[in-house]
C-alpha cells in the first residue's frame, strides 16, 4: 500500500514523521528511546503529530494508543525488526545479501506505516488534553514509566524541537 491509499490523517501523520525524522538530531534520539527504554517510536511520533494539530494526548489516550499498538508491534514489528538486524549483519558479512536486507528494511517501513494509519484512523479527541508538544510527550514517556531517566528528558527536548519546527 502506497501514502496515496491511506487516508487523510494517516497521510498526514506519515508526512509529519518523515519531516521531523529527517533532521539529523532525530533519528539518534528515537533509536536511543527504542532500544535503551522500549519506546515505540510511531506512538510518539503519533503523540507529537496529535499535539501539533492542536490536540494533545491525554494518560488514557496514551494507554488506549499503547494497548492498540501491543498486539502490532509484539506479533509483527518486533520480530521483523529483529529479522532485519540480524539481515544487516549478514549483509556487512557478505555483500550478496544486501538485497534481501533492503527486501527486510522495506517491509518493516511498510508495517510502521501501517501502524500509523491504523494510529492515525482511530484518533478520538480527548477532551481537555494540553495541545503542547512537550507536555505532551513527557506524558507519553511518563505513561511508559521512562520520564525520569537519564536520557529521556534530552531526547524528548531533541524531537520536540524538531516537532515544533515543522510548518503547519
Known sequence: MTVARLSREA???????????EQPQVPPACLMLQ?????DVNLLL?????????????DAGCVSALRRSDIWRQELVFPLRALRRRAGDL?????GFAQAYAAVKSC???LEKQQQAM???????????????????QVF??????????????ALATITAAMESIAR
Open 11 to 21: 497521510c498526514s501523520l506519515w508526512q509529519f514523521s518523515l519531516a521531523v525524522y
Open 35 to 39: 532500544d535503551c527504554y522500549g519506546v
Open 46 to 58: 503519533y503523540a507529537g503529530w496529535r499535539a501539533w494539530r492542536g490536540d494533545a494526548l491525554s
Open 91 to 95: 549483509a556487512r558479512e557478505n555483500p
Open 108 to 110: 518493516e517501513l511498510e
Open 119 to 137: 494510529l492515525a484512523d482511530g484518533w478520538v479527541h480527548d477532551q481537555g488534553a494540553e495541545a503542547d508538544i512537550a507536555t505532551t510527550l
Open 141 to 154: 514517556a511518563a505513561s511508559m514509566g521512562i520520564i525520569e531517566e537519564g536520557e529521556v528528558k534530552p
